[in-house]
């Protein structure tokens, strides 16, 4: 049963998202919680090693979560169900392209879904990035400012700008995953000392 449901969330997941990988973060974000696999802290670890293995995102996102909940069945199903639907809507494409590609309509519903993606995108920045910034900072009774004085907070931040400013220098991407996950490994070590 639970490899079903697997599929069928994950083939959900894959077919109502346009855009790729990080467009698919609030319905694997809605998902994978609604349904218990796995809290949000959880899910954002996932996302990171998920960024940071070989392979596209989703397709990675959904065999560790597959994994995670049901083994080494649960990471086959749940993969096999995100990428069928691309596989299926891909076929029909290449079929019907050359047919629709100067179709006024095509050209509107493709000019109509990328402002949804890039909304869809933000969201998944906002929600990864209040959970990587402020783990614990937001209460149902008000506002913490416990993560101030948080180092888990101060190296998110820096590894944030540090990042963001060699993203911008146009430093390869690969650089930039190793440098964070150094940064990472050298404040876990320190992390688990301090406590």
């Known amino acids: 049963m639970i490899l079903l449901k697997l599929f069928f969330t994950f083939f959900k997941i894959g077919l109502f998202t346009f855009g790729g990988g990080y ?16 809290d949000t802290s959880d899910l954002v670890n996932f996302i990171a090693v998920s960024e940071s293995t070989p392979g596209p995102f989703a397709v990675n996102v959904s ?13 086959l199903c749940a993969t096999l169900g ?31 879904l990328k402002p949804a993606v890039i909304g869809l995108i933000a969201n998944a920045v906002i929600s990864i990035g209040r959970t990587a910034f402020f783990p614990e900072s937001v209460y149902p009774n008000g506002i913490s400012i416990a ?3 948080d180092l888990a907070f101060y190296v998110s931040l ?17 650089l930039i995953i190793c ?12 992390l688990n000392l301090q406590m």
Do not use: Q
């Not at 973060?25 to 349904?35: D, F, H, K, Q």
């Not at 944030?160 to 220098?169: I, N, Q, R, S």
């Open 23 to 38: 467009a698919m973060l609030p319905l694997i974000e809605e998902e994978v919680v609604r349904n218990g696999w796995m």
């Open 63 to 75: 065999t560790y979560v597959g994994c995670e909940v049901a083994g080494v069945l649960g990471s």
């Open 82 to 112: 995100v990428i069928m639907p691309s596989f299926i809507v891909i076929l029909v494409v290449a079929k019907c392209f050359e047919k629709f590609k100067s179709s006024k309509t095509v050209k509107g519903c493709m000019s109509g």
């Open 147 to 149: 993560f101030v004085t």
């Open 158 to 174: 820096v590894t944030f700008v540090l990042t963001a400013v060699l993203a911008l220098k146009k430093v390869h991407p690969i």
């Open 179 to 190: 440098l964070s996950a150094v940064i990472g490994i050298v404040c876990g070590y320190a």
